[in-house]
T-cell receptor, first 117, second 107 residues
Framework: KAGVTQTPRYLIKTRGQQVTLSCSPI?????VSWYQQTPGQGLQFLFE???????NKGNFPGRFSGRQFSNSRSEMNVSTLELGDSALYLC????????????????FGPGTRLTVL | KNEVEQSPQNLTAQEGEFITINCSYS?????LHWLQQHPGGGIVSLFM???GKKKHGRLIATINIQEKHSSLHITASHPRDSAVYIC?????????FGTGTSLTVIP
């Protein structure tokens, strides 16, 4: 099976712009979670989508949003970019069949490295 | 407030040494995960635990739910084990991550 893929792998934007990142999960996985990783804050949970619905959300402002399509592919959008949004954005898929149990293995993609200038 | 604390932050070992990384957490959890991140960013899930002990090759993970503590052990460490090891816990509605332990194994 192909692994989790993320596009693009690298992105450079300027403050105030918006960005959309894409994640394709492992075939058959219906849950996609997004994470932000920065040197200062480490890994932080953004949100989780399951069957096209946002099931769980971390402590991020409303500028961070996402969606999931019927084929389980997911996109994450960040509007009005700030310098502090520079980070590695990781998505992970799992076979989670119930909402929010946390008891499934996460399969991570390679990440999108976003630089905001 | 850090829901997950890891120690040590950095660890250097000689090849062949036995290594222990510790993780303490403060929230009730459904499961605890140990992750490995190599330079370049790729993250691999090593273990998911809700009780007891799991073993995979030279890696062993244990969890004590009552004490809210988990350990990751690496037996007979090898330079290819050099990576950042991250502890993550899920209370069921999101994940909380430790800051990671950077391990360097010297030949």
């Amino acid at each position: 099976k192909a692994g989790v893929t993320q596009t693009p792998r690298y992105l450079i934007k300027t403050r105030g712009q918006q960005v959309t990142l894409s994640c394709s999960p492992i075939s058959g996985h219906r849950s996609v979670s997004w994470y932000q990783q920065t040197p200062g804050q480490g890994l932080q949970f953004l949100f989780e989508y399951f069957s096209e619905t946002q099931r769980n959300k971390g402590n991020f402002p409303g500028r961070f949003s996402g969606r999931q399509f019927s084929n389980s592919r997911s996109e994450m959008n960040v509007s009005t970019l700030e310098l502090g949004d520079s980070a590695l954005y990781l998505c992970a898929s799992s076979t989670r069949t119930t909402s929010g149990s946390g008891t499934d293995t996460q399969y991570f993609g390679p990440g999108t490295r976003l630089t905001v200038l | 407030k850090n829901e997950v604390e890891q120690s040590p932050q950095n660890l250097t070992a000689q090849e062949g040494e036995f290594i222990t990384i510790n993780c303490s957490y403060s929230v009730g959890i459904s499961a605890l995960h140990w992750l490995q991140q190599h330079p370049g960013g790729g993250i691999v899930s090593l273990f998911m635990l809700s009780s007891g002990k799991k073993k995979h090759g030279r890696l062993i993970a244990t969890i004590n739910i009552q004490e809210k503590h988990s350990s990751l052990h690496i037996t007979a460490s090898h330079p290819r084990d050099s990576a950042v090891y991250i502890c993550a816990v899920s209370p069921g509605n999101q994940f909380y991550f430790g800051t990671g332990t950077s391990l360097t194994v010297i030949p």
